[in-house]
């Protein structure tokens, strides 16, 4: 591990300790062999003081146990008719994973329980279709969820649910996991399958707003696939009721759940509800941060070049843009007395964090801003990003004479014979 790795984990500590995370397992992760690998994960991030619930699917299992008993299952996840034989094959299937996850914690000197947590009720009779003993999470009990995190146990759930009456039913685990984070108003919900994260048409889904989520799911030629709908509903679902945060990601992937959790770029896919990202004034000690944000770009001449010292005498012009409260894009705003022309300068948005739209953002903020404060125009300065300037913020080709009095002879003495754009805000 380098240096610059354990300071970026170390910024994410005091943000983490003592919030509480619900990891959902699908069971073909839980059986293979990278699951040690996976625990070993959890327990890093008991030592920093978070609270860990695990949620467990076990859809693969009851395909195998169907398999071997020859019976073919009414449904393997939880969602569809559960009838008498599938029921008894999911009891099986899931109480052996419990055990086999308990022993895993064990085994990595961990304390587990299994926890009997799930209040549910049958779903019914939905479109004339009776789904039997196919349930829905009525109620999590939190209050021993807390007792067990309270004591520095994991607490472990399978995809069962119990009535008052004693009936057991079989529950989609990606629901349990949502409800129990809905419950517990857990920082993260995190999925982890087999897959990379979402994808849609071919491509891994690395960040989208959870309203964007939500459109896509309703549109009719929904391009989510198939197989990954259930936890991509269940996220935009998760992060309508409050929880800031829900990751998808590989449970194959060593050290996968670690790299999701303490970087920015994480492996999967991260569904964010509106409060995740904000745009905040800069601060003094941001200065540095903006510094190095932007060093590079300075280096290559994408940016004028300014000291840290430069950056600080005008730092109420400047906005950040964050992500985990850690800085990955700034734009500023400069006003000139008595001029009614405003300059958007030093826009930059870390390559990591590339074809979001988090550039159009800030160039739409810094209008916004500009309007507000009176401003008929703005200007700005490029000598390689102007066809972003024109493409996806609406501006035009200038001149010197558009630019505020003040900016003219700066602009001559740089020397880096910039396009000068420009856009009325009127």
Known sequence: MKPTDLRGILQYIPLFRDKTFVVEADGAVVTHMNFAN???????????????????????????????QKITPSNLDGTGVTDDATLKLSLTAANGL????????ATNDLRAANANVIAALPLGVIDGLDHQHTGTVE????????????????????????????????????????????????TKLIFISTEDGL?????????????????????????????????????????????????????????GLLAEVFSNEGIGTLVFANEYRHIRPARKRDAASILRLTREAMDENQLVERSEEMIEENLDDYFLYEIDENPVACVALRQFPGESTGELAHLYVNPMHGNQGIGRILGEFVEQTAREAGLKKLV???????????????????????????????????????????????
């Not at 459109?215 to 509903?233: C, E, F, M, T, V």
Request: charged letters at 20%; a negative charge; hydrophobic letters at 40%.
């Open 38 to 68: 996976l625990l070993l994960d959890i327990a890093v991030l008991r030592s920093l003081n978070i609270r860990v619930v695990l949620v467990h699917g076990a859809a693969q299992q009851v395909q195998k146990l169907a398999a071997e």
């Open 199 to 255: 994808t849609c048409e071919g491509d891994v889904i690395r960040q989208i707003l959870s309203s964007e989520l939500e459109a896509l799911l309703a549109d009719h030629g929904n391009p989510i696939p198939p197989a990954q709908q259930s936890k991509a509903r269940h996220a935009a679902e998760a992060c309508a009721v409050g929880i800031p945060r829900v990751h998808l990601i590989n449970g194959l992937v060593t050290e």
């Open 139 to 186: 109620r999590v009990d939190t209050e021993m969820l807390q007792t067990l995190l309270s004591q520095g146990i994991t607490p472990v759930i399978p995809p069962l649910g119990f009535d008052g009456k004693g009936n057991t039913y079989r529950l989609n685990s990606d629901a349990v996991g949502a409800k129990v984070a809905q419950a517990l108003q857990a």
């Open 98 to 105: 419990t055990h086999e996850i308990l022993e895993g914690f």
């Open 380 to 426: 700005t300065l490029s000598t390689q990003a102007f066809s972003f300037f024109s493409n996806k913020l609406g501006y035009s080709e200038g001149t010197g004479d558009d630019l505020p009095e003040a900016r003219r002879e700066e602009h001559s003495l740089q020397g880096r014979n910039s396009k000068i754009l420009i856009k009325q805000l009127t």
